[in-house]
């Protein structure tokens, strides 16, 4: 059983197949995004902390398990516990969301 996304050709891929300028793209998605602080409130910037750490997580377990094929919970544990000591800084020791989050992440 294959588990896993796998090429079937050896050939190389085409120099025009490939996007010019690659970074482009994730300046002009980025740009917008730097712009939320400014106009939205707190409700929505933790809703967008939230969101945006979900995605990591996401893309973190879909490289491992969607391209790799390999089953590893760690993943959920590693992510759970990174937002659980992420909580703890902010409410017991009182520091900012963007100082707790390297914190949580030593």
């Not at 409700?43 to 995605?55: E, S």
């Not at 919970?73 to 992420?86: D, K, M, P, Q, W």
Request: hydrophobic share 50%; proline share 7%; net charge positive.
């Amino acid at each position: 059983m294959q588990s896993g996304d796998f090429r079937v050709t050896t050939r190389p891929t085409s120099a025009s197949s490939r996007p010019a300028c690659p970074s482009s793209r994730w300046w002009g998605c980025s740009r917008p995004l730097a712009l939320v602080p400014l106009v939205s409130g707190t409700y929505w910037l933790d809703v967008l902390n939230r969101i945006g750490i979900a995605i990591i997580g996401a893309i973190g377990l879909n490289i491992l398990v969607g391209f790799t094929g390999q089953i590893s919970i760690g993943h959920a544990a590693f992510l759970a516990v990174g937002a659980y000591s992420t909580a703890i800084f902010e409410t017991k020791a009182g520091l900012p969301f963007w100082l707790a989050i390297p914190l949580a992440a030593r």
